[in-house]
C-alpha cells in the first residue's frame, strides 16, 4: 500500500510534520487539550465536517493561505454555544471536557475542606465556649449549622475516598453556601 | 462584624465554583439568586431593627435592596460569562489544532 503513495502525499506529509514540529514551543495550559511528549496534538479526534470546515490546511498553497485564514476568522465569530454545541457530537471533546470537569470538582473538594476548617476552628473557639449565653433560637441555628457541616465533612470525605462520588461535590458547594446563610444569624457573638 | 466579610467571601467562593461545575443553566440562575437572596436578607434582618427605623435606616435598605437586584444578576451573568469564554476558548484551541493537522 505504501508503494501506491503518490508524491504528493508525500510532500503533503512533510508538510504535516513541519507544521507539527512549529506546535512543540507552544505552551497548552488548557486541559481540554492534550498534547503528547513530542510536543505533538493527538489525531484520533472524529470532528463533524461542519465545525472544522474552512480550517483544514491540508494542501494550503501560499496563495491560498489568506482565503483559509479569512475562513478560519469567520468560523471564530459564530456564537459559543453554537461552537460547543457542535463539538458535543464528538466524543473526544466530550471526553476532555469531562476531564475539565474533574479538575474542577477536586478542586472544588479541596475548598469545602477549607471551609469546613474554617467552621471548626471558630465553633470550638468562639462558638461553643459561650453556648449557655445563648437564646434557644440561635441555639437552634448553631445545632442546624453543625448537621449540616458534618453533612458535609462526610459527603466529601466520601469524595475523596472514591472517584465515583466527585460528582456530589458541586452540590456540597451550594449546601455549604447555605449553611453560611445561617451563619449570619450568630455573626454578632464575635466581638 | 468580622464573620460576616468571611461569610460573604465564602459565599462569593461556593457559589463561583459552583457555578463552574454546573452544567444546566436555569438551576445554576435559581440556585445563586436564592443563596445570594438569603444571605444579604439574612444579613440585613439581623443588622436593623425593624421597630425602631429612622429615616437613614429606610434609606439605607431602600438602597441595599435596589443594589441587590443589580448585584446579584450580575454575579450570575459574569460567572456565567467567564465560563462560557472558558469553554469557547477551547472549542477554538480545537478548532485551531484541526488547522494544524
Same mark, same amino acid.
Given at each position: 500500500?505504501?508503494k501506491?503513495?503518490?508524491?504528493?502525499d508525500?510532500?503533503?506529509?512533510?508538510?504535516n510534520t513541519s507544521?507539527?514540529?512549529?506546535?512543540k514551543s507552544r505552551?497548552?495550559?488548557?486541559?481540554l487539550?492534550?498534547?503528547d511528549e513530542?510536543?505533538?496534538y493527538?489525531?484520533?479526534?472524529?470532528?463533524?465536517?461542519?465545525?472544522?470546515q474552512g480550517?483544514?490546511?491540508k494542501?494550503?498553497?501560499?496563495?491560498?493561505?489568506e482565503?483559509?485564514?479569512k475562513?478560519?476568522d469567520?468560523?471564530?465569530?459564530v456564537e459559543?454555544s453554537?461552537?460547543i454545541s457542535?463539538?458535543e457530537?464528538?466524543?473526544?471533546?466530550?471526553?476532555?471536557?469531562?476531564k475539565?470537569?474533574?479538575?474542577?470538582?477536586?478542586?472544588?473538594?479541596c475548598?469545602?475542606?477549607?471551609?469546613?476548617?474554617?467552621?471548626?476552628?471558630?465553633?470550638?473557639?468562639?462558638i461553643?465556649?459561650?453556648?449557655?449565653?445563648?437564646?434557644?433560637?440561635?441555639?437552634?441555628?448553631?445545632?442546624?449549622?453543625?448537621?449540616?457541616?458534618?453533612?458535609?465533612?462526610?459527603v466529601?470525605?466520601l469524595?475523596?475516598?472514591?472517584e465515583k462520588?466527585?460528582?456530589?461535590?458541586?452540590?456540597?458547594?451550594?449546601?455549604?453556601?447555605?449553611?453560611?446563610?445561617?451563619?449570619?444569624?450568630d455573626?454578632?457573638l464575635?466581638? | 462584624? /468580622?464573620?460576616t466579610?468571611f @461569610?460573604v467571601?465564602?459565599? $462569593? !467562593?461556593?457559589? &463561583? =465554583?459552583?457555578?463552574? *461545575?454546573?452544567?444546566?443553566?436555569i438551576l445554576?440562575?435559581?440556585?445563586?439568586? /436564592?443563596?445570594?437572596?438569603? @444571605?444579604?436578607?439574612?444579613? $440585613? !434582618?439581623?443588622? &436593623? =431593627?425593624?421597630?425602631d *427605623?429612622?429615616?437613614?435606616?429606610?434609606i439605607s435598605?431602600?438602597?441595599a435592596?435596589?443594589?441587590?437586584?443589580i448585584?446579584?444578576?450580575?454575579? $450570575?451573568?459574569?460567572?456565567n460569562?467567564?465560563?462560557?469564554e472558558?469553554?469557547q476558548?477551547a472549542a477554538?484551541?480545537?478548532i485551531?489544532?484541526?488547522?494544524y493537522k
Amino acid at each position: 500500500m505504501q508503494k501506491m503513495r503518490s508524491s504528493g502525499d508525500i510532500k503533503e506529509e512533510k508538510s504535516n510534520t513541519s507544521n507539527h514540529k512549529s506546535l512543540k514551543s507552544r505552551s497548552v495550559s488548557n486541559p481540554l487539550i492534550v498534547v503528547d511528549e513530542d510536543g505533538n496534538y493527538d489525531s484520533h479526534d472524529k470532528l463533524p465536517d461542519d465545525v472544522t470546515q474552512g480550517v483544514r490546511s491540508k494542501n494550503i498553497k501560499p496563495n491560498e493561505k489568506e482565503d483559509k485564514k479569512k475562513d478560519y476568522d469567520s468560523s471564530t465569530t459564530v456564537e459559543s454555544s453554537d461552537i460547543i454545541s457542535k463539538f458535543e457530537k464528538s466524543e473526544e471533546f466530550m471526553e476532555k471536557k469531562n476531564k475539565l470537569m474533574k479538575s474542577r470538582q477536586e478542586m472544588a473538594r479541596c475548598w469545602v475542606m477549607i471551609v469546613f476548617s474554617y467552621f471548626v476552628l471558630r465553633a470550638s473557639f468562639i462558638i461553643y465556649p459561650q453556648w449557655e449565653d445563648y437564646e434557644p433560637e440561635i441555639q437552634a441555628v448553631i445545632i442546624v449549622q453543625t448537621v449540616m457541616q458534618i453533612i458535609v465533612f462526610c459527603v466529601t470525605s466520601l469524595s475523596f475516598y472514591s472517584e465515583k462520588y466527585l460528582w456530589v461535590t458541586k452540590w456540597i458547594v451550594y449546601f455549604q453556601s447555605l449553611e453560611m446563610v445561617l451563619s449570619n444569624f450568630d455573626r454578632y457573638l464575635d466581638y | 462584624m /468580622l464573620h460576616t466579610v468571611f @461569610n460573604v467571601m465564602f459565599t $462569593i !467562593y461556593n457559589t &463561583f =465554583i459552583g457555578n463552574l *461545575m454546573m452544567e444546566e443553566r436555569i438551576l445554576m440562575y435559581v440556585i445563586t439568586a /436564592l443563596i445570594w437572596l438569603a @444571605n444579604l436578607s439574612t444579613i $440585613i !434582618y439581623t443588622s &436593623f =431593627i425593624f421597630e425602631d *427605623m429612622g429615616f437613614d435606616s429606610i434609606i439605607s435598605i431602600t438602597i441595599a435592596v435596589i443594589y441587590i437586584t443589580i448585584l446579584v444578576p450580575s454575579f $450570575i451573568f459574569i460567572a456565567n460569562y467567564i465560563n462560557s469564554e472558558h469553554q469557547q476558548e477551547a472549542a477554538l484551541s480545537f478548532i485551531e489544532k484541526r488547522n494544524y493537522k
